[in-house]
DNA sequence: ACGAAAAAGCCATCCGCAAGGATTGTTTTG
DNA sequence: CAAAACAATCCTTGCGGATGGCTTTTTCGT
C-alpha cells in the first residue's frame, strides 16, 4: 500500500490529494449507483485514475470503502461544528431545520446510509468500521451537549433527544422511496421539530467545547 | 414465464408453492447477505430448487426482487391489522411497542429495507415497485386511522404521527451499526411513545374499516 | 553537490471466478 | 400429447485482484 503518513513533502501531498479525490469519487458513486453497482473501474474513472492507481491507494475494495466512510463521517461532524461558529444566535428551530437540509437530506448521506446498510450484512465490513462509527456517534453527543441544553438541565436529555432526531430524519430519507409527497416529508420534519424544540434551547457559553475531528488520511 | 393465475388446479396451487418458497428464500437470503449478495443461486438453493425452477416462475432477477417486495409488504399489513382484532383492549403505549417489536424490528423488515435501498439507485427497480409501495403507504395510513384516534379528532394528525412513528423506528433500525448499546434504543422508543401517545387514544368503533389486503401471486 | 539506486505513483493487461441469463433437455401434470 | 415444472449445461459479461513495466520523486553514498 501507500505510505502517506511517512513519506516526504511532494510525494505525500500528492498522495493525500489522489486519495481525497478518489474517496470523493467513491461517494458520487455510492450515491449514484449504490454500494452494490459501486466497481473499482467506474470509482476509478470518475476520479480520473487508471484502476491500477487506485489499486495502488488502496489495496482491496474494503479499504476504498472503509476510508469513504471515514471520510464522510468526518464531512459529517466538521459539517456540524463550523457552520455553528458562524451562526451563533439562530433558534433551535432553524438549527434543527438547519441539520435536516444540510446534513441528513444531502447526497453525501445517502453515501453513508449505503455503506452503513451493507455493513448490516457485511460483518467482516462492519468490524473494519465500527470504531470510527462508535466515534462519530460520541461525537455527534458530544455536539449536541454543546450546541444545546435542556430546558430541565439535564445534558443526557439533550443527546437522547437529539439522537432521536437524528433517528427519525434518517427514516424520513428513505421514505422518499414510497412517499412521492415531498411537502409532506417537510410537514413531518416541521411537526418534529414543534415537538422537541420546547425542550431544548441553545447554549450560550462554550466552556467545555472539545475538538473531536481527529487527525486521518482521506 | 409462469401461468400462476391462468394454468389449471393442481399445478396452479403447486406454481403458487413454490413462488412462496422462493420468495421466503429471497427474503432470508436478503436478510443474511444483503440485497448485493443475494444472489439467484443462492435464492435457488435456499429455496430447495435448481437455477432453472427459479427462472421458470421469475424470469428475471428483477421480478424476483418485485415479488419478494410484494409479499413483504403484503405480509407488512396483514401483520398489523390481523393482531390488532386480536388485541383490542390494549393501550396506546403497547400498541406502539409491539409495531416495534413484531413488524418493524424484525428480519423481515430489515430483508425489505434491503430492498427499498436499492430501489433507490436502480430506477428500474424503483418505478417496478413503486405502485405497491405507494399502496402500501395508503394502506398504512388506513389502518392508522382504523386503530387510533386523535385526541382532537383530527384524522390527519393519526396519519402524520403513525407516519413519523415508522420513519422514526426505521431510523432506529439503522442506528444499531453505530451503537452496540441496545438499550439506548429501548429507551429511545420509550421516550418515542411518551410523546406520541397522549395526542393518540384508541379507536373503539369499527365503521369504516376496509380490507385493503390485495390478491396477488406471491 | 550530484548522480545512481530505491521507492512511490501510475497505467495496461491479464486471470480466475461468479454473476445473470439463454438453451436444451427431462419429468410431471392436465 | 401438449403444456407446465424442473434440471443440467453453457455463454457472456464484469467483477476484484495480481502482475509487470514505465515515469517521477526521494534517498544516499561518494
Known amino acids: 500500500m501507500n505510505n502517506a503518513e ?6 505525500r501531498i500528492k498522495s493525500q ?3 481525497a479525490a478518489i474517496c470523493d469519487a467513491a461517494i458520487a458513486c455510492l450515491y449514484a449507483v449504490g ?10 474513472t470518475m476520479a480520473g485514475f487508471s484502476k491500477g492507481a487506485l489499486q495502488h491507494h488502496f489495496a482491496s475494495k474494503e ?3 472503509a476510508a469513504t466512510a471515514d471520510r464522510l463521517l468526518q464531512r459529517s461532524v466538521a459539517g456540524v461544528t463550523t457552520t455553528k461558529a458562524q451562526q451563533r444566535f439562530e433558534s433551535v428551530d432553524a438549527s434543527l431545520r438547519r441539520s435536516w437540509e444540510k446534513l441528513i437530506n444531502t447526497a453525501a448521506y445517502r453515501a453513508l446510509l449505503e455503506i452503513l446498510n451493507a455493513a448490516r450484512a457485511d460483518k467482516a465490513l462492519q468490524t473494519r468500521i465500527s470504531d470510527n462509527l462508535l466515534q462519530w456517534g460520541r ?5 449536541a451537549i454543546d450546541t444545546y441544553e435542556a430546558v430541565d438541565g439535564n445534558d443526557e436529555d439533550v443527546k437522547a433527544l437529539m439522537n432521536m432526531t437524528r433517528s ?13 409527497d415531498a411537502d409532506e416529508t417537510s410537514k413531518h420534519i ?8 420546547p425542550q431544548l434551547r441553545m447554549r450560550e457559553s462554550d466552556e467545555n467545547r472539545t475538538d473531536y475531528v481527529k487527525h486521518q488520511k482521506c
Chains 1, 2 share one sequence.
Open 6 to 11: 511517512t513519506a516526504p513533502n511532494k510525494q
Open 17 to 19: 490529494r489522489a486519495q
Open 35 to 44: 454500494y452494490g453497482d459501486t466497481t473499482l473501474n467506474k470509482v476509478a
Open 63 to 65: 479499504d476504498l470503502i
Open 139 to 143: 461525537a455527534l453527543d458530544q455536539n
Open 168 to 180: 427519525f430524519m434518517r427514516g424520513l430519507v428513505i421514505q422518499e422511496r414510497y412517499t412521492n
Open 190 to 197: 416541521e411537526r418534529w421539530i414543534d415537538m422537541i424544540a
